[in-house]
Each structure stands twice: as C-alpha cells, then as structure tokens.
C-alpha cells in the first residue's frame, strides 16, 4: 500500500501562484508514475498533469499548459505541482494519484491510478 497527502493549497487571488506537494509512504517506489488531478463543486474529476517515475515525460491539459509544472524529488518521495498565473476556473479540490510504472505512457484517466491521497483545496479569488 502506498499513502499520499496533499499539501500547499490555500485562498490566492487572480494572479497569485501555489506550490502543492504530495509525500508518497509505504510501499514507496521510484518507479510509480504520478499525476494531479482535480475537482469543482459539482463537476467530475479532471486530469491537469502527469509525470513519469524517473521525470522524463511530463504532460499537462491544455487549460494549464505554460502556467503549470510538475516535478518530482524521488528521493524524497516527493511529487510537486508549481501553479502560477491562477485563475478562478482552476479553484478546486487538487488530488494527487500514483500507480506502478515503469515507461513512459501518459495515465491521464483517473481509474489508471491506483492510490490517491485526500486532496487539498486551491481557491481563487476574481
């Protein structure tokens, strides 16, 4: 079993940038591949960004592309989600996911991943 929380959310406004991080415990492994995803009130849960395990694929939606980057610290059990330029369409709940895998094949659908952690709030204020 893998555990994963979430970190780094709070209230900013329009503009404004946020650091979340997610801490991977357990039965931690370089070679899981991460991704964020996130949740409006009301709305499905939606992909923004995915990393593979040694960080040579990253990918993102295009709602976010160019004001988001992910990273990773696999040393650190570390999965980070720097966001700038926020705007209030990106307030949600923000989730990190995590499954076992060696390449580097993007996992964008949310039933692909195989641990979550209970995510953090991201607001942004107009």
């Known amino acids: 079993q893998v555990q994963l929380v979430e970190s780094g959310g709070g209230l900013v406004q329009t503009g404004g940038s946020l650091r979340l991080s997610c801490v991977a415990s357990?039965?931690?492994?370089?070679?899981?591949?991460m991704g964020w995803f996130r949740q409006a009130p009301g709305k499905e849960r939606e992909f923004v960004s995915f990393i593979n395990w040694n960080g040579g694929s990253v990918y993102y939606t295009d709602s976010v592309k160019g004001r988001f980057t992910i990273s990773r610290d696999n040393a650190k059990n570390m999965v980070y989600l720097q966001m700038n330029s926020l705007k209030p369409e990106d307030t949600a709940v923000y989730y990190c996911?995590?499954?076992?895998?060696?390449?580097?094949?993007?996992?964008?659908?949310?039933?692909?991943?195989?641990?979550w952690g209970q995510g953090t709030q991201v607001t942004v204020s107009s």
């Open positions: 357990g039965r931690t492994s370089s070679t899981y591949a």
């Open positions: 996911a995590a499954r076992n895998a060696l390449s580097t094949y993007i996992y964008r659908r949310s039933h692909e991943y195989e641990y």
